[in-house]
Nanobody, 115 residues
Framework: QVQLVESGGGLVQPGGSLRLSCTTS????????VGWYRQAPGKQREWVVS???????YYADSVKGRFTISRDSGKSTVYLQMNNLKPEDTAVYYC?????????WGQGTQVTVSS
């Protein structure tokens, strides 16, 4: 069973920045996919970003140019740098690790953007 632990959420003012971290218990192989989804209150879970080392990285239009995903392979940790945050970015953010045909999820971390 692959386990993921997220951290880094919190309360930030509009225009501010946060960096989320997600550490997975299994090594991130080059063929794996990692990324983030988010779920705002009363809404369905929404895809944010996906990264596969050997192919490319894809961002949702709503975050393109503001969010950046990165990976520390030595620590099996994935980061989501979020800049110029907006109130509509408020949500619980979930990281995922797709490996061996299975998707594994973290428990989520709350991000609140408010003045």
């Amino acid at each position: 069973q692959v386990q993921l632990v997220e951290s880094g959420g919190g309360l930030v003012q509009p225009g501010g920045s946060l960096r989320l971290s997600c550490t997975t218990s299994q090594k991130i192989f080059n063929v794996d996919t990692v990324g983030w989804y988010r779920q705002a209150p009363g809404k369905q879970r929404e895809w944010v970003v996906s990264m596969t080392v050997v192919t490319s990285t894809y961002y949702a239009d709503s975050v393109k140019g503001r969010f950046t995903i990165s990976r520390d392979s030595g620590k099996s940790t994935v980061y989501l740098q979020m800049n110029n945050l907006k109130p509509e970015d408020t949500a619980v953010y979930y990281c995922f690790h797709r490996t061996n045909g299975e998707d594994y999820w973290g428990q989520g971390t709350q991000v609140t953007v408010s003045s």
